[in-house]
């Protein structure tokens, strides 16, 4: 399994920005895709973005227009960048990888999180209004 660690959450207004990075290591090949999950208090655990190795991304429709996500091979590093941030998006946002190994020829990377296997510990987002 893929080590993933979680950072940048924190605190902040409606309308006001923050970045999650997520450093992968314990791999010699990458995962074919990663994404990022959000879990609202009460809520079931979704996919918000991800992103394919090779190129690509899927964005749920409540952060289209609003997130991006990106992947940094040469710091191993996810990235999701938030901007206009609502109140709604308050929850812990997790990153998560694909099973290594698995060869996925989609054009799209999946959302739905029985598609990952290797998941980090969380970052809190708190969005005030």
């Known amino acids: 399994q893929v080590h993933l660690v979680e950072s940048g959450g924190g605190s902040v207004q409606a309308g006001g920005s923050l970045r999650l990075s997520c450093a992968a290591s314990?791999?010699?090949?990458?995962?074919?895709?990663m994404g990022w999950f959000r879990q609202a208090p009460g809520k079931e655990r979704e996919g918000i973005a991800a992103?394919?190795?090779?190129?690509?991304?899927t964005y749920a429709d409540s952060v289209k227009g609003r997130f991006t996500i990106s992947i940094d091979n040469a710091k191993n590093t996810l990235y999701l960048q938030m901007n206009s941030l609502k109140p709604e998006d308050t929850g812990m946002y997790y990153c998560?990888?694909?099973?290594?190994?698995?060869?996925?020829?989609?054009?799209?990377?999946?959302?739905?999180?029985?598609?990952?296997?290797?998941w980090g510990q969380g970052t809190q987002v708190t969005v005030s209004s």
């Open positions: 998560a990888a694909s099973r290594l190994g698995l060869l996925y020829v989609g054009s799209r990377p999946p959302l739905p999180q029985h598609n990952y296997n290797s």
């Open positions: 314990g791999y010699t090949d990458r995962p074919d895709y």
């Open positions: 992103i394919l190795q090779r190129g690509g991304t």
